[in-house]
């Protein structure tokens, strides 16, 4: 009887969590058709009809002052999104970044694959900079299943980039940990035809609720602990899989070209593989599912530590964390803090993750490893696994309290604040966060135009009031 009540529990679980996702979908879709119809009959329906008649003017004396820095010449900040994300020119005029974007003369907001493998994305995030066919490599291509070659960017964004070129990166979730990935091929020179790549080309990582050490989440929505790569037969994640293997299967262009999940180059249209090869990817048999060659494993606590072990945390760059949490110890017992504070999205996973247990039949993850040192979280990430890379190793840090402790700044350390927040704050609701998303993307703004050069050891700017 008490095994049918707990089967009972999660099938409810499962479907209250699948309706309010489905709903935020719907409802992050539907904002950004409205927006775009807003726009479009706005622009029917109001056209100027004033005939404008250009003055010429002098040009207003200015007296002779010390020259400023030409925009065109700073180092570009490139906003790197998380899971279930999308970049500029996707979801109309929709930004993934709540609008970050505007407050910076030189921001690119790349699109990659929404639920795409971190070393996939690292891939197509080199050649959305660089320019030229995306190559994902021979070797691993092979091995996952899927073609080698995949989109084409006719001129890259920033083709110059180079040692002498550097970029500040930016990544939310799982978009800090695809940085660190590409920063690593660039150390490694893993870009066929680019043997001169290093480190280096990267100035400075900004990692906001960055996925360094995985997080537990993972197993409450399907992944399993045993393994962290194959998913339990009814869960979460296996309605994600049978809706995404679907609509890439449909490959209805226009609704590809207002959001794509990545997984092109699995040739998963109707068109290439027929009915045959769609039962296939819903059985299991073949697709990114079925390889493991998508975001989710490489999430877990095993996944995480399985590509930490390949990353390094350079000398020459610097490095930043804001790691968010939504919970509180009361009288010795982690719980959800600030309900109205927490996105409804979120709610139900925080409450999840702070009772979460390691199974006692399944093995450690790792050495050391305690449950209680994962219940702090923000609804999706484990507050742990943002700070910094711990696993296997841990890497040199310094928690930030008062911005004057850490001056002057040194790089190869990982500076990290925590801050009060849920997953999502930093992104898509500018509203929701408040005077708070100003203050934070305007400091890393700030310390990004002042990181210009290396050879200079800048101070942070202050953030005391945050």
């Known amino acids: ?14 479907f209250v969590s699948s309706i309010v996702h489905l709903l935020y979908g719907f409802y992050i879709f539907s ?22 008649i250009e003055v010429k003017q002098e040009p207003p004396y200015v007296p002779t002052a010390k020259p400023t820095i030409d925009a065109n010449t700073l180092p570009p900040i490139v906003l790197v999104h998380g899971i279930f994300g999308f970049g500029k020119g996707k979801l109309g ?11 910076d003369e030189r921001v690119l907001v790349p699109d990659l ?3 795409t493998s971190i070393y996939d994305r690292a891939r197509e995030l080199f050649y959305y900079l660089k320019g030229g066919k995306v190559d994902y490599g021979e070797e691993h291509s092979k091995a996952c299943g899927h073609s080698q070659f995949g989109r084409v960017y006719e001129q890259g964004h920033y083709p110059e980039w180079d040692e002498d070129h550097p970029i500040h990166f930016v990544g939310h979730s799982a978009g800090a940990q695809v940085v660190r990935v590409l920063q690593q091929m660039l150390a490694d020179k893993a870009f066929k035809g680019y043997e001169n790549t290093s480190e280096n080309w990267v100035l400075s990582i900004t990692s906001l609720s960055g996925a360094f050490n995985g997080t537990t989440r993972t197993y409450l929505d399907g992944m399993q602990p045993e393994d962290g790569r194959t998913m339990k037969p009814i869960c979460l994640l296996q309605l994600c899989r049978i809706g995404v293997i679907i ?10 070209d207002y959001y794509n999940f990545g997984f092109d180059h699995f040739n998963m249209s109707w068109k290439k593989m027929g009915i045959r090869g769609l039962l296939d990817c819903l059985m299991g048999n073949t697709g990114p599912f079925a390889s493991g060659d998508w975001i989710l494993p490489d999430l877990t606590i095993q996944g ?15 490095y930043f964390s804001y790691a968010t949490k939504r919970t509180r110890k009361i009288m010795g017992i982690t719980l959800p803090f600030s309900i109205f504070g927490i996105h409804p999205l979120l709610f139900i996973r925080v409450l ?53 402790d850490c001056q002057p700044l040194q790089p190869g350390i990982w500076y990290y604040k925590i801050v009060e927040a849920d997953h999502i704050f930093f992104i898509v609701n500018r509203e929701r966060a408040g005077v708070q998303f100003d203050l934070i993307y305007d400091s890393i703004f700030e310390r990004c135009r002042k990181l210009v050069f290396r050879k200079n050891l800048p101070t942070l700017p202050d953030q005391s009031h945050h």
């Open 247 to 256: 609509y890439d299967w449909l490959d209805i262009v226009w609704l590809k």
């Open 304 to 318: 995480s530590l399985q590509l930490n072990c390949h990353l390094q945390t350079f000398p020459n760059t610097y």
């Open 352 to 404: 999840q993750m702070t009772q979460w247990r390691q199974p006692p039949d399944v093995p450690p993850p790792y050495k050391g490893y305690r449950d209680e040192d994962w219940w702090d979280n923000d609804g999706a990430l484990n507050t742990i696994s943002m700070t910094h890379p711990r696993l296997p190793i841990e890497h040199p840090s310094c928690y930030v309290v008062n911005d004057s």
């Open 93 to 103: 005029g929709l930004s993934y970044f709540a609008g970050a974007e505007k407050k």
């Open 1 to 14: 009887m008490i095994r049918w009540w707990i089967s009972a529990l999660q099938l409810t679980e499962l």
């Open 31 to 52: 904002s950004a058709v409205a927006g775009d119809l807003s726009q479009v009959l706005n622009e029917y329906f109001f056209k100027p009809n004033v005939n404008v």
């Open 113 to 115: 694959g929404s639920l």
